[in-house]
């Protein structure tokens, strides 16, 4: 069974740090793009970043550019999401996903279960 | 940046009623466009991608149309299960970059 399984949100001051974790299995997770897409609480879905299979190529939204860092580790089947500067907008719950696609990523499936990122002093 | 307008933004209808959920992008995305289900405290679903191709494990009533700016999402009779928000998503042509609608809410009239 394909899964992906976030870890690492919770409570974080503005202007602090936090890194999440997204274990995957079921599937060859070195052949595939990967991305974190995020939800504030009521809101709609955005996209943050993501990660070609080798991890050479890195796209984030906007928004997150020079303070999010998206990785990968291969070997051990996990995505990453290194959160700096953080604000109270990036209040969200995270989620990881597969992205998938006959030549370059055009969807997410699956997804993860999501971590809730909250933001406050 | 590709902007992608869903309406109605909430659709009242009854178990074994058709749904027709529309989504237009602000200029051509081919037929990069895909569908999600989310249902309250749970992550999105893949139902469509490519426009019109049913994710696995979909069921057939389900479809999706439309290429160029404007697709449609059908549920053809709405079962209990189906009473969810629905969103569409494309893809920028390069980088891959993704931008999703802001929802339609299905919910029971």
């Known amino acids: 069974e394909v899964q992906l399984v976030e870890s690492g949100g919770g409570l974080v001051q503005p202007g602090g740090s936090l890194r999440l974790s997204c274990a995957a299995s079921?599937?060859?997770?070195?052949?595939?793009?990967m991305s974190w897409v995020r939800q504030a609480p009521g809101k709609g879905l955005e996209w943050v970043a993501n990660i070609k299979q080798d991890g050479s190529e890195k796209y984030y939204v906007d928004s997150v550019k020079g303070r999010f860092t998206i990785s990968r580790d291969n070997a051990k089947n996990s995505l990453y999401l290194q959160m700096n500067s953080l604000r109270a907008e990036d209040t969200a719950v995270y989620y990881c996903?597969?992205?998938?696609?006959?030549?370059?990523?055009?969807?997410?499936?699956?997804w993860g279960q999501g971590t809730l990122v909250t933001v406050s002093s | 940046e590709i902007v992608l307008t869903q309406s109605p933004a909430t659709l009242s209808l009854s178990p074994g009623e058709r749904a027709t959920l529309s989504c237009r992008a602000s200029?051509?995305?081919?037929?990069?466009l895909a569908w999600y289900q989310q249902k309250p405290g749970q992550a999105p679903r893949l139902l469509i991608y490519?426009?019109?191709n049913r994710a696995t494990g979909i069921p057939a009533r389900f479809s999706g149309s439309g290429s160029g700016t404007d697709f449609t999402l059908t549920i053809s009779s709405l079962e209990p299960e189906d009473f969810a928000v629905y969103y569409c998503?494309?893809?920028?042509?390069?980088?891959?970059?993704?931008?999703f609608g802001p929802g339609t809410k299905v919910d029971i009239k």
């Open positions: 200029q051509s995305v081919s037929s990069y």
């Open positions: 998503q494309q893809r920028s042509n390069w980088p891959p970059e993704f931008t």
């Open positions: 996903a597969r992205s998938d696609g006959d030549y370059v990523p055009n969807w997410f499936d699956p």
């Open positions: 079921g599937f060859t997770f070195s052949s595939y793009w």
């Open positions: 490519d426009a019109s």
